[in-house]
C-alpha cells in the first residue's frame, strides 16, 4: 500500500513541470512580443544614430536573455517530465535526458551561455564606471566551476576525461 502510494506521487513533478512549462511559455511570448515592438520603434524612428544603434543592440541583447530563460525553463519542464512521467517523448537526440546528470549538464549548458549574454549586455553599455573585470572575472569563475563539475562527472561516469574517450 505504501510503496504503491510512493510510487505514484511521482506525478506530483507534474505540478513543477506545469509550472516551467508556463514560466517557459510566459518568457518566450514576452520576448517575442518585445522583440516586434523593437522592430516597429525602430521603423517608427526612421534614420538610427550610431548611439541609438547601440540602444536597439542592447534591448535585443537583453530579449535574447528573455529567449535563453525560457529555454532554460523549458528544458527544465521537458526533462523532469522525462525524468518522472513518460520517458516516450520524440524528443531530438540532443535533448533525451536519461538522469538528473543529463539535465543538470543540459541546464549548466544553457547557464553558461545566459551568463555570457548578460556580460555582452554590461559590456554594450558599459559608461566606463562600472567594473567589467571583476564582473566578467565572476563571470568567469562560475563558468570554470560548471566546466570543472560537468568534467568530474563525465570523467566518473566513463572512467576517464572527456577528451580521451572514443568518438
Do not use: C, H
Not at 44 to 64: D, M, P, R
Not at 94 to 111: H, N
Amino acid at each position: 500500500m505504501l510503496s504503491r502510494a510512493l510510487g505514484a506521487s511521482r506525478y506530483l513533478i507534474i505540478i513543477a513541470v506545469a509550472g516551467a512549462f508556463l514560466a517557459a511559455t510566459t518568457l518566450l511570448v514576452y520576448g517575442g512580443i518585445e522583440a516586434v515592438q523593437v522592430v516597429a520603434n525602430t521603423i517608427a524612428k526612421g534614420a538610427v544614430s550610431s548611439k541609438g544603434a547601440k540602444a536597439i543592440a542592447l534591448e535585443f541583447i537583453e530579449i535574447v536573455d528573455l529567449f535563453l530563460l525560457g529555454t532554460v525553463f523549458y528544458i527544465i519542464s521537458l526533462g523532469l517530465y522525462e525524468l518522472f512521467v513518460d520517458d516516450r517523448i520524440d524528443l531530438p537526440a540532443w535533448l533525451v535526458i536519461k538522469d538528473l546528470d543529463d539535465l543538470k549538464s543540459k541546464l549548466a549548458g544553457v547557464v553558461v551561455v545566459v551568463m555570457a549574454v548578460l556580460f555582452l549586455g554590461q559590456v554594450v553599455t558599459w559608461d566606463g564606471e562600472r567594473d567589467l573585470l571583476r564582473f566578467g572575472a565572476a563571470i568567469a569563475l562560475v563558468i570554470a566551476s560548471l566546466t570543472y563539475f560537468l568534467g568530474l562527472k563525465t570523467k566518473k561516469a566513463t572512467g576517464r576525461p572527456e577528451s580521451e574517450r572514443e568518438p
